[in-house]
Each structure stands twice: as C-alpha cells, then as structure tokens.
C-alpha cells in the first residue's frame, strides 16, 4: 500500500545540526521504489542522522522529505508509515530473555499483515534455534535475528544500518542472499555500509557521504570516475631486460615489479604485448588494475587539506 | 451501506479501541516472561524483601514497640516490607530495565516499531505494578501464615496505599533512569539511593514522630509511603494517612513530569 507513485524517498535539501555542528549540511537524494539504495560514508559523516530522519526518530532543521509518499514528522501518517518500514539499527536490540520464536512472534504482532514467524526463522537461518534464548546466540545469530525482526512486517520499505557488521564471511554472504532477495520481491532497501564490497555486490546506486554533505552519487561502478579514470599495468622485469628497454615509460614499484599508471589501458597493453611477443619474452605476474571502490571512497572521504580545500576540489 | 466518504489509508487514529488493548495485553504478557525469565531480576526484586522480612522477622522473635502503641515489632515489619516490595517492583526493577533497554537500543527499535507509544511504556509500567501486586501479596501471606501477623484492617485503605505508592514510584522509576547514562551504574547507583533513604526512613528499626531524623526523611516519599502503608494495619489509629498519601502522591506527579521532559529513547553513548 503506497500513497504515492513516486519515489520511495525523496529528500530536497535536507539540513541538521546539533548546536553549532552541521551533521547534515544540504543533502538531496531520491530512492525508486524496489531499488537498493547504498549511504556510504565515515563515521560522522550524516549517514544516521539522516537515516534516523527519514525514520521521524529526529526531526530536521530544513528540507523537504518524503517516505512512501509522506512527511515522516507528521505525526497523523506517523503509525500507518512504521507500519510499512522495517528498521535494522545499527547495535544489536533484541530482548535477551526470551526465546527466538517469542521475539519474533511479538514483533509480529505490530504489524497488519506479518510474515510467518516460521517463514522469517528459515530466511534467517535460525529454525533450530527457534527455542533459545536470544542471550545464548552467538553475535551472528543475534545480528541476524535483528535483520529477520526488520523484516517480519513485511516492509514496503527496509532501512539496513550496517547490517552485516559483526557477522562472520558465511553470514555476510548469507545475508547479501536475502538482501537480493527481498530487492527482487520489490523492497526498497536504504543501506548503510562501511564495506565497499558490499555497496558494490548489492547496491544499485551509492551516495558518498562527507562532513554532512553529498561527495559523489552514481553506480557503484562509475562512482567517483572509477570507469574512466587511471588504470594501474603491473608486471616483473623479465630476465635480461632493463626498464630503458621498455616501450612505455614505467616505473619500479617498491615491490620490485614495474607500475604503468594511465588513462588509455588498451593501447597501453597493445604496445607492450605487441613488444613482449616481438621479443620472445613474457611479462611475468602481469595485472590490469582499476581504481577500487575502496580507493574512490577513501579518497572522497578524506579530511580537508592544509590548504582549506574543501572535498569537492580535491578531487578536480 | 458503504460510506461514500473516503478515508486515507496513511492517515491512522491514535486509539484503535479492542485491537489496541489487545496489543497492550500481548505487551504486558511479553513483558511479565522477560521479568520471570530473567533469573537475577525475579529474584532479587520479589527475593530480596522477603529475605528480610523472613530474617528481621525471625530475630524481631517477641519484641514489641513502645512508640507505636506497643505493638509487636513484626506488625510493623510486615506492612514495611510491603513498602519496600512495591518501591523495589517500581522503582529499583524499572529504573535498571529502562536504563538497559535504552542503551541497547532495545527503546528506540520499539520506538520506531508501528506500536503506539502510549501502548509500548503504558504495558512496561502495568508489567512493573503486576509485578508489584505479586510482591505484595508474597509478603502478607509470609506475615500472615508465617508470623501470625493480622492483616490490615482497612482492606480499602490498604489498597488505595499500595496503588498510590506503585503508580508514584513507577514513575520515579521512570525519572531516575533518564539521569544515569550506563547501564553498569544502573544497579548500584539506584540502590544506593534506595537504601539509604529507606535506612533514614525507619524500614529497619521505626523511628520516633517529631524525631530529627524524621523530620529529615518526612522530605522524602519513603517514609510518608511506609506510613501510609502501615496505618491500615495499626488498629490504634485511622487507616487512612491522607497528608502521606497527598506527600507520596506529589513527589509521583513531579517525577512524571520530569521523566516526560527527560525522557530518552535513543542510547546516551549516540551523543
């Protein structure tokens, strides 16, 4: 049940501060319905405070923003809108006393058209700890009895605050399953993630976020001009030649390997392929590297510079 | 005849009568398992007062009281306990839970869960007074049958006593927790300040009227809420202590609101 046809989140210039702190300065985005939808960004740098404002848990300074198609603030839309959103915050909140089934079948009673309580236990892996208590779980199978609780109501909309921190490689991998999963029955999903390989395995567009502002947006895979910007050529020297020798300039890595940065990796390697052949040698341990996610973010998301530059600039 | 108004499905009421209260009774039933599972809050709130009235009752053996009418000093042992049983349910128990609950995040998931708020806090202090009227009926079937102490006499005094100084210590409860930031300190900071305001307030040994020591602890709650507790049980004078109650009931009304004014879902460790 949507109010609109529109965007599942719209946000329009959306401002937070917290006495002289801006934590979110200016922030537009939108997420289409059945999108996965990555914040990414440091510590501090606005992605739960916009989060929990797009949940009405805070309220905003300025901006216009609309959840399924209503203000989260208002308070007349406020129970019919949780009704719709299923939240997975980012510390592990579950009552320790009681067992697995009980906690699901609680939170199950909020919502008007739940998921079986069977159903969230077998998604979530936990069936034959239908009856443990939640405190005997171990930290993965609380994590991921925290996701199955986000999911129970059956959420139109799924806000995911690092959900896969603390889980272990199986578990993660587990629960990028249901992540797709849920992305493929038509949720949208809004994600927060220190991981990059998890941004780019799931999410279908990525916002960085920086010191409360908005640095790059796109897919994970263009993000920052990861798709045109500099590849990395590595290889070893063969034996018997020397860098002078080469066809590009390259230069000796640390490693002892020789590294060939540029923009035009095709005609690059055709020359020195065409090279290596003519010569009879290999190019041992060869490797064509472009910029990773990991790389982009760590550089979008650095701290301003001496010089007072701000991101944006840094990265012209 | 369908109504030919059409009303928004976004826009909910508040109050869906039947099916909230029922949501409330679900609450409340969660509630009170999470209590009685959890071993150490079981047994330290119901245990703990009996343990002592079972101990001072037991060494009180025949003693009498001068000041009150020279009464057995169990007879003001039994209603005493009671007090503290309630005080322990309402204010000590809730004060740690909410503190816990709010640091794990556990107030804030349920915040931002489609159940009302009025449902989501009105069910954990309804669990806290059943948990109290457990308590109360624990202690005065341990007086009665154990110690042969006779029950008060004023049944509707007795009641009205209890009912006033749970909804008020709840609600102390509820204020105290919004001023300790970690769950390590819930539990000791809360009982310090329980047991030394109930020491002055004269639980262990009744203190004289006009005392000075009365007189300091006649600013707390404690000692107005063990007055009015114990006069339906003292056959020498009224069963009804209206100025402890009126006392008892305004400290209630100032913690109410001071716990709505600093009432806090989200963890003090997110800023």
Same mark, same amino acid.
């Given at each position: 049940?949507?109010?609109?046809?529109?965007?599942a989140v719209?946000?329009?210039?959306?401002?937070?501060?917290?006495?002289?702190?801006?934590?979110?300065?200016?922030?537009?985005?939108?997420?289409?319905?059945?999108?996965v939808?990555?914040?990414?960004?440091?510590?501090?740098?606005?992605?739960?405070?916009?989060i929990?404002?797009l949940e009405g848990?805070?309220?905003?300074?300025?901006?216009?923003?609309?959840v399924l198609?209503?203000?989260?603030?208002?308070?007349?839309?406020?129970?019919?809108l949780r009704s719709q959103m299923g939240i997975v915050l980012?510390?592990?909140a579950?009552?320790?006393?009681?067992?697995?089934?009980?906690?699901l079948?609680?939170s199950a009673?909020f919502y008007p058209d739940p998921r079986?309580?069977?159903?969230v236990?077998?998604m979530m892996?936990?069936?034959?700890?239908?009856?443990?208590?939640?405190?005997?779980?171990?930290?993965?199978?609380?994590?991921?009895l925290d996701v199955g609780l986000g999911i129970i109501g059956q959420p139109e909309l799924l806000f995911l605050d690092?959900p896969?921190?603390?889980?272990?490689?199986?578990?993660?991998?587990?629960?990028?399953?249901l992540i797709?999963?849920l992305g493929?029955e038509g949720t949208t999903v809004l994600l927060?993630?220190?991981?990059?390989?998890?941004?780019?395995?799931?999410?279908?567009?990525?916002?960085?976020?920086?010191?409360?502002?908005?640095?790059?947006?796109?897919?994970?895979?263009?993000?920052?001009?990861?798709?045109?910007?500099?590849?990395?050529?590595?290889?070893?020297?063969?034996?018997?030649?020397?860098?002078?020798?080469?066809?590009?300039?390259?230069?000796?890595?640390?490693?002892?390997?020789?590294?060939?940065?540029?923009?035009?990796?095709?005609?690059?390697?055709?020359?020195?392929?065409?090279?290596?052949?003519?010569?009879?040698?290999?190019?041992?341990?060869?490797?064509?590297?472009?910029?990773?996610?990991?790389?982009?973010?760590?550089?979008?998301?650095?701290?301003?510079?001496?010089?007072?530059?701000?991101?944006?600039?840094?990265?012209? | 005849?369908?109504?030919?108004?059409?009303?928004?499905?976004?826009?909910?009421?508040?109050?869906?009568?039947?099916?909230?209260?029922?949501?409330?009774?679900?609450?409340?039933?969660?509630?009170?398992?999470?209590?009685?599972?959890?071993?150490?809050?079981?047994?330290?709130?119901?245990?703990?007062?009996?343990?002592?009235?079972?101990?001072?009752?037991?060494?009180?053996?025949?003693?009498?009281?001068?000041?009150?009418?020279?009464?057995?000093?169990?007879?003001?042992?039994?209603?005493?306990?009671?007090?503290?049983?309630?005080?322990?349910?309402?204010?000590?128990?809730?004060?740690?839970?909410?503190?816990?609950?709010?640091?794990?995040?556990?107030?804030?998931r349920?915040?931002l869960s489609p159940?009302?708020?009025?449902?989501?806090?009105?069910?954990?202090?309804?669990?806290?007074?059943? /948990?109290?009227? #457990?308590?109360?009926? $624990? *202690? =005065?079937?341990?007086?009665? &049958?154990? @110690?042969?102490?006779?029950?008060?006499?004023?049944?509707?005094?007795?009641?009205?006593?209890?009912?006033?100084?749970?909804?008020?210590?709840?609600?102390?409860?509820?204020?105290?927790?919004?001023?300790?930031?970690?769950?390590?300190?819930?539990?000791? /900071?809360?009982? #310090?300040?329980?047991? $030394? *305001? =109930?020491?002055?307030?004269? &639980?262990? @040994?009744?203190?004289?009227?006009?005392?000075?020591?009365?007189?300091?602890?006649?600013?707390?709650?404690?000692?107005?809420?063990?007055?009015?507790?114990?006069?339906?049980?003292?056959?020498?004078?009224?069963?009804?202590?209206?100025?402890?109650?009126?006392?008892?009931?305004?400290?209630?009304?100032?913690?109410?609101?001071?716990?709505?004014?600093? @009432?806090?879902?989200?963890?003090?460790?997110?800023?």
């Amino acid at each position: 049940m949507r109010k609109n046809a529109g965007p599942a989140v719209s946000v329009k210039n959306l401002r937070k501060s917290y006495g002289s702190l801006a934590a979110v300065a200016d922030v537009s985005f939108e997420v289409e319905p059945g999108e996965v939808f990555a914040l990414l960004g440091p510590n501090g740098a606005g992605k739960t405070t916009t989060i929990e404002i797009l949940e009405g848990f805070r309220s905003r300074d300025a901006g216009v923003v609309e959840v399924l198609g209503v203000d989260p603030d208002n308070r007349r839309t406020q129970r019919w809108l949780r009704s719709q959103m299923g939240i997975v915050l980012q510390e592990l909140a579950v009552e320790p006393f009681l067992s697995v089934r009980q906690v699901l079948t609680r939170s199950a009673g909020f919502y008007p058209d739940p998921r079986p309580v069977d159903e969230v236990l077998g998604m979530m892996g936990l069936a034959d700890k239908a009856g443990a208590r939640v405190k005997t779980l171990s930290g993965g199978q609380q994590r991921r009895l925290d996701v199955g609780l986000g999911i129970i109501g059956q959420p139109e909309l799924l806000f995911l605050d690092e959900p896969t921190t603390g889980l272990d490689p199986s578990g993660r991998r587990a629960t990028w399953e249901l992540i797709r999963q849920l992305g493929g029955e038509g949720t949208t999903v809004l994600l927060t993630s220190h991981y990059m390989d998890e941004v780019e395995a799931l999410a279908g567009r990525v916002v960085v976020l920086a010191g409360g502002q908005i640095v790059a947006s796109g897919t994970p895979d263009s993000i920052g001009g990861r798709d045109t910007g500099v590849a990395t050529i590595r290889f070893r020297l063969p034996d018997g030649v020397s860098a002078a020798d080469l066809p590009v300039a390259g230069q000796p890595a640390q490693d002892g390997e020789i590294e060939i940065r540029t923009e035009d990796e095709v005609a690059v390697l055709h020359t020195l392929t065409g090279w290596a052949l003519g010569r009879h040698v290999g190019l041992p341990g060869l490797t064509v590297r472009r910029v990773t996610l990991e790389d982009v973010y760590l550089q979008l998301t650095r701290d301003p510079d001496e010089t007072g530059r701000t991101r944006q600039e840094q990265l012209r | 005849m369908i109504s030919m108004q059409m009303t928004d499905p976004t826009e909910t009421r508040r109050f869906y009568g039947l099916s909230d209260l029922r949501l409330v009774g679900q609450q409340i039933y969660y509630e009170q398992l999470s209590f009685w599972l959890n071993p150490i809050g079981a047994v330290f709130t119901i245990g703990f007062p009996l343990v002592f009235l079972i101990l001072l009752g037991a060494s009180a053996g025949s003693s009498r009281v001068k000041i009150l009418g020279n009464i057995k000093l169990i007879q003001y042992y039994v209603p005493g306990f009671v007090a503290f049983g309630v005080m322990s349910a309402c204010f000590t128990t809730l004060a740690i839970v909410l503190v816990n609950r709010r640091e794990e995040g556990l107030l804030k998931r349920l915040r931002l869960s489609p159940l009302p708020t009025w449902a989501l806090l009105g069910s954990v202090f309804a669990s806290t007074l059943l /948990v109290a009227f #457990v308590q109360v009926i $624990v *202690l =005065l079937a341990v007086g009665r &049958l154990g @110690f042969g102490v006779h029950l008060p006499t004023n049944i509707g005094a007795f009641v009205v006593a209890v009912v006033v100084g749970g909804l008020s210590f709840t609600a102390l409860g509820a204020a105290i927790s919004t001023l300790i930031p970690n769950p390590d300190a819930a539990g000791p /900071v809360t009982n #310090v300040v329980f047991f $030394v *305001l =109930l020491f002055l307030a004269g &639980l262990w @040994f009744p203190i004289k009227a006009g005392s000075g020591l009365a007189q300091f602890s006649s600013f707390f709650p404690i000692r107005h809420f063990i007055v009015a507790v114990f006069a339906p049980f003292n056959p020498g004078a009224s069963p009804w202590a209206w100025h402890d109650l009126l006392i008892v009931a305004i400290w209630g009304v100032a913690a109410c609101a001071f716990a709505v004014w600093r @009432f806090r879902w989200a963890p003090y460790r997110n800023k």
